[in-house]
């Protein structure tokens, strides 16, 4: 297979989290009493390794970091370069400790965003609450997190967060031409799929205008 384009692993990416999204979602509306919830972060206090994440997965996390408040964006990349070294147990270094949230839920990893609604073959990929709970609802059906994890694969090479990090600050691509980017592929993966626009079509044509601009999108 060819090199992807940017556009194509943006807008692939985004259909990735949306499934899994589509996913979470339907098993909680129909069992009010599934676990995972704001607050709820053992899984992220308990990490079996540092997270890694695919190049796009971690664009959006640097432009997350970015929107946090200096100190705080600092003393995540602190924690970040030093979760390299972390014995396991491994806490997430994005995770807020005090309010046990995360601090770019919205740029999550998909790893993340499947946690505690997926499977590996027979078994449930969760925390022990969501191992008991799958007990006591065995029709759920788990997403197939062997085929995930394809599918990221398929958008590029993936690496811990640290690695990411000091490739960024080796001279990465700059965040805001790929926040600006991943804005307008978002815009396009979702009125293909007919839904609701995200943004205004003025915004919408003011980054594509940016975009293209930059030369990243096809002719
Ligand atoms: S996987 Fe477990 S610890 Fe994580 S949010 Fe769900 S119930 Fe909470
Ligand atoms: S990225 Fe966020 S959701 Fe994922 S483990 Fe870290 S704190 Fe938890």
């Known amino acids: 297979m ?9 807008s692939r990416l985004y ?18 009493s599934w676990p995972c919830r704001k607050g709820c972060d053992d899984c ?18 640097a432009a997350a970091l970015s929107a946090l408040s200096d100190d705080t ?8 370069r030093e979760s390299a070294d972390a014995p396991r147990p491994v806490i997430c270094p994005l995770l807020d400790r005090d309010s046990g949230t995360c601090l770019v839920y919205e740029a999550r990893p998909v790893a993340c965003r499947a ?3 997926y499977a590996e073959r027979e ?23 062997a085929v995930l994890e394809d599918e990221l694969r398929s958008l590029g090479a993936d690496a811990t967060l640290p690695e990411w990090l000091g490739s960024e600050n080796r001279g990465g691509v700059p965040n805001l031409r790929r926040l600006q980017i991943s804005l307008l592929c978002r815009e396009r993966a979702v009125n293909s799929d007919d839904r609701r626009p995200l943004r205004t079509p003025a915004m919408a044509a003011g980054i594509a205008d940016h975009a293209w601009k930059l030369g990243e999108l096809p002719a």
């Open 2 to 10: 060819g090199r992807r384009s940017t556009v194509d692993v943006v």
């Open 15 to 32: 259909q990735i989290q949306e499934a899994v999204r589509q996913r979470a979602e339907e098993v909680v509306a129909n069992h009010p």
């Open 44 to 61: 992220c206090r308990q990490l079996a390794s540092v997270p890694r994440v695919t190049g796009e997965e971690w664009q959006s996390i």
């Open 73 to 80: 964006a600092e003393l995540v990349r602190r924690r970040i």
């Open 115 to 117: 946690y505690g609604f």
């Open 123 to 145: 078994y449930v990929l969760g925390c022990s609450r969501i191992e008991s709970i799958g007990q006591q609802f065995p029709e759920v059906v788990w997403g197939n997190h």
